[in-house]
């Protein structure tokens, strides 16, 4: 079974940075629907990246589009969350998830597959999660 863990979080001032770390302990594909999400207190998880890997898909929510940036090392099994401008609203504790090597309808574009899953959440594996504060 994939195992995912999250590491990078921390305390930073608005309009710092960070970069966010999903290390994945195998990828038994080249193609992996894998998602970023976050959750702050009180209020329901959000997703705020969907990335088909082997297809250079990737979707950002509005809330972090422009300021957040994924990307990958194969090399390390890693999956990065590059984040700038960050704003106290972006405090919350963030996970990756992974449907690893999915099988989908054969009328089903792939990314629109993966966007499905990353919208109904319905992934395979998750991580523990990181915690990030944005705070003067």
């Known amino acids: 079974q994939v195992r995912l863990a999250e590491s990078g979080g921390g305390s930073v001032q608005p309009g710092g940075s960070l970069r966010l770390s999903c290390a994945v302990s195998?990828?038994?594909?080249?193609?992996?629907?894998m998602g970023w999400f976050r959750q702050a207190p009180g209020k329901e998880r959000e997703g705020i990246v969907a990335?088909?890997?082997?297809?250079?898909?990737?979707y950002y929510a509005d809330s972090v589009r422009g300021r957040f940036t994924v990307t990958q090392d194969n090399a390390k099994n890693t999956m990065y969350l590059q984040m700038e401008d960050l704003k106290p609203e972006d405090t919350a504790v963030y996970y990756c998830?992974?449907?690893?090597?999915?099988?989908?309808?054969?009328?089903?574009?792939?990314?629109?597959?993966?966007?499905?899953?990353?919208?109904?959440?319905?992934?395979?594996?998750w991580g523990q999660g990181t915690q990030v504060t944005v705070s003067s």
């Open positions: 998830a992974i449907d690893p090597d999915p099988h989908y309808a054969d009328s089903l574009p792939p990314f629109l597959g993966c966007l499905t899953t990353w919208a109904k959440e319905e992934f395979a594996a």
């Open positions: 195998e990828y038994t594909g080249s193609r992996n629907c």
């Open positions: 990335l088909l890997t082997g297809a250079d898909k990737t």
